[in-house]
């Protein structure tokens, strides 16, 4: 293999908008499914030293194989806060708020915007609001059908008002419906007024990036971030290149990974103009290597699009867009299990493999091939592992062998 292998990393993970999952079991999944990632790459790996702060919850992972080693310093960007506010409102506030939020993605014709890019993210887009209202449908024929048997109006309002109360004590907690409102309630209002807390708390590890840069002894900063992670991740990664142009350029190299990305979600709506500027300016930065990944079977992201020219921004230095298939990373059985469950497959970019493909989360963040070297590889790091888990000494990609076009999908 061309190039020194890494053997220390910097890991800040931001993950998405994720009510279900608090950053206490993110630990414990990162655990489970790394030992998945031993079994499939043959690998030894050992998590420890866990410490919060207010901003991130940090450990360290050590893996290695027969003639590598690599040890991670991994901080996983807090954000469950903020999550819990929105969570934490009434639900005729979310519900009233929600109905605003779906008016302002479909007049501004964000909407119409998702169905030309990606049908499915659409889907994903209505489907929150379209099954609150047929379950408003199924409240008020309950109200009618008890007008028709007693013709009492009371009666008919009492009934209606029951099946009211059966939706929101149902279906609206098992479908999770609230916190879907409350995804796009965030995101809307991210998108016009942005949010406080989450940019002091940017500013901060923006900060620390920084100095890791100039200081640390790592061979790389590696900022990856999945689903609407990816919007905050542009935005650390702009205030970083502000207090340090030459961010990427001095001592360690910064790759930026978006997998399973909203970038789009709030690059679409018209009214994003601060984000669209803060995108072009990590883009232009030539020193900070971008690559994206998509599934086509995720409805959460938006698979085949080329961020930058989706958004009408120059793509003179866009992502190198890698599409995956999940059907590969996973054993037949467990792939026929959840592939109608698009949570789980949109987790499944932060999840082990059960086999080798050319992308895997865990190979990405504590493997011994750089994240950018893996990228540009067609076939990841598949073919610089041996079966036994060693490096295999076979070039690795260069810089200078980028595709033609950098945005094409692989």
């Known amino acids: 293999m061309s190039g020194k292998p890494v053997a220390k990393r910097l890991v800040f993970h931001i993950g998405g908008y994720d009510p279900?999952?608090?950053?206490?079991?993110?630990?414990?999944?990162?655990?489970?499914?790394?030992?998945?990632?031993?079994?499939?790459?043959?690998?030894?790996?050992?998590?420890?030293?866990?410490?919060?702060?207010?901003?991130?919850?940090?450990?360290?992972?050590?893996?290695?194989?027969?003639?590598?080693?690599?040890?991670?310093?991994?901080?996983l960007v807090r954000w469950h806060d903020v999550i819990e506010v929105f969570g934490g409102r009434s639900i005729g506030s979310r519900i009233s708020i929600g109905i605003l939020t779906f008016l302002d993605f479909v007049l501004t014709g964000t909407l119409w915007r998702y169905l030309q890019t990606n049908w499915r993210y659409a889907l994903f887009f209505l489907?929150?609001?379209?099954?609150?209202?047929?379950?408003?449908?199924?409240?008020?024929?309950?109200?009618?059908?008890?007008?028709?048997?007693?013709?009492?109006?009371?009666?008919?309002?009492?009934?209606?008002?029951?099946?009211?109360?059966?939706?929101?004590?149902?279906?609206?907690?098992?479908?999770?419906?609230?916190?879907?409102?409350?995804?796009?309630?965030?995101?809307?209002?991210?998108?016009?007024?942005?949010?406080?807390?989450?940019?002091?708390?940017?500013?901060?590890?923006?900060?620390?990036?920084?100095?890791?840069?100039?200081?640390?002894?790592?061979?790389?900063?590696?900022?990856?971030?999945?689903?609407?992670?990816?919007?905050?991740?542009?935005?650390?990664?702009?205030?970083?290149?502000?207090?340090?142009?030459?961010?990427g350029r001095n001592k360690t190299p910064v790759t930026f990974l978006s997998v399973g990305s909203s970038i789009l979600k709030v690059g679409l709506h018209p009214k994003a103009t601060r984000f669209r500027v803060t995108m072009e300016r990590v883009a232009k930065s030539r020193a900070i290597f971008w690559g994206d990944y998509q599934a086509l079977v995720d409805p959460l992201n938006f698979y085949k699009s080329r961020p930058m020219a989706e958004m009408g921004l120059s793509t003179?230095?866009?992502?190198?867009?890698?599409v995956v298939r999940f059907s590969r990373m996973l054993d037949d059985e467990i792939y026929r299990r959840i592939r109608l469950h698009f949570f789980r497959l949109h987790n499944q970019f932060v999840s082990g493999n059960d086999k080798r493909t050319s992308y895997d989360y865990f190979m990405l963040t504590c493997g011994p091939i750089s994240a950018k070297s893996?990228?540009?590889?067609?076939?990841?790091?598949?073919?610089m592992i041996a079966d036994d888990g060693g490096l295999i000494a076979s070039a690795a990609p260069s810089e200078g062998e980028l595709p033609s076009r950098p945005g094409a999908a692989a």
Request: net charge negative; proline share 3%; glycine share 8%.
């Open 316 to 322: 003179e230095n866009e992502a190198i867009v890698r």
């Open 20 to 75: 279900i999952t608090s950053h206490t079991s993110a630990q414990r999944r990162f655990v489970r499914e790394i030992a998945r990632f031993q079994r499939t790459w043959s690998v030894n790996a050992a998590v420890d030293g866990l410490h919060e702060t207010a901003d991130q919850i940090r450990w360290n992972v050590r893996t290695a194989g027969p003639d590598w080693l690599v040890e991670t310093d991994y901080r």
């Open 374 to 383: 893996q990228t540009l590889a067609p076939d990841g790091a598949v073919s």
């Open 127 to 247: 489907y929150p609001f379209v099954t609150f209202g047929l379950l408003i449908a199924a409240a008020f024929l309950i109200g009618v059908a008890a007008l028709k048997i007693t013709g009492s109006i009371p009666v008919a309002t009492g009934g209606g008002l029951f099946g009211l109360a059966a939706v929101l004590a149902g279906p609206w907690r098992w479908l999770h419906l609230g916190d879907l409102f409350d995804d796009w309630i965030f995101s809307c209002e991210y998108i016009r007024f942005g949010n406080s807390e989450i940019e002091q708390r940017l500013d901060r590890l923006a900060a620390e990036l920084v100095a890791a840069a100039s200081n640390s002894a790592a061979d790389e900063i590696l900022v990856i971030a999945h689903s609407l992670g990816a919007v905050l991740a542009v935005d650390l990664l702009d205030r970083a290149l502000k207090q340090d142009p030459e961010l």
